[in-house]
């Protein structure tokens, strides 16, 4: 079996969870963790942290039509490797030690939905309707982003992590464009320390990416 590479997204600056955005504009620097005993990894495994996970890999399949919630076959909908990825994703944290609180908090949207049941089974996780993709806000958006920054800073209890599972761009929205782009690939996680000033640490690939070359965990 292979050792899964574990990518690790360091902030130079701390990025500051407020209603215009993060505070500091440096941009991320992407590094790569051989061996999983990064400070990310050792941060979460005391717990009192936050996942935001970005829903897994979509590569390849229809994009949305509908924008209804209920309507699975008009979603843009997770690839057979973004299943295998999703499950990757829970096998690792399994793997690391990194505790989870229940139940985990997907978005409804299906994508995000189908990332946490694969990763964690159904019965762990709660669906947030507020975690929702942007063109699925509608007038709801300014909710939206609300619920997020209301989510993101909640203090979490020591010795588990929040983890929460959605579309990136109102993450991008509330947390600026420093956690845009490649840095925030599907199926990755960003790293928050929730409180009074909630920052973001870092993002975490826990499963490889399917286009750089997946391979079962």
């Known amino acids: ?121 159904r019965k762990r996780v709660r669906v947030m309707e507020s975690l929702l993709a942007d063109d699925y806000g509608g007038e709801r958006l300014y909710w939206v982003l609300d619920e997020h920054r209301r989510l993101m800073p909640e203090p979490v209890p020591a010795g588990v992590n929040r983890v929460m599972v959605g579309p990136r761009t109102p993450a991008i929205m509330v947390l600026g464009s420093s956690v845009g782009g490649r840095v925030f690939p599907e199926g990755a996680a960003l790293v928050l320390e929730p409180g009074d000033n909630p920052r973001v640490t870092g993002i975490l690939m826990l499963a490889p990416i399917p286009d750089r070359g997946f391979h079962s965990c």
């Open 1 to 121: 079996m292979m050792r899964m590479q574990i990518a690790a997204v360091i902030v130079g600056a701390t990025l500051a969870l407020t209603a215009g955005g993060p505070v500091g504009g440096q941009e991320l620097s992407p590094v790569t963790v051989q061996e999983p005993q990064g400070a990310l990894v050792a941060r979460l495994r005391r717990g009192g942290g936050v996942l935001f996970f970005r829903h897994a890999d979509t590569k390849g399949m229809p994009c949305d039509r509908s924008y209804r919630i209920e309507d699975r076959s008009g979603q843009r909908n997770l690839s057979p490797e973004g299943r295998e990825q999703s499950r990757c994703i829970g096998k690792a944290l399994r793997r690391l030690g990194i505790p989870v609180e229940e139940p985990v908090l997907p978005g409804p949207v299906f994508r995000a939905r189908d990332t946490a049941e694969v990763a964690f089974g």
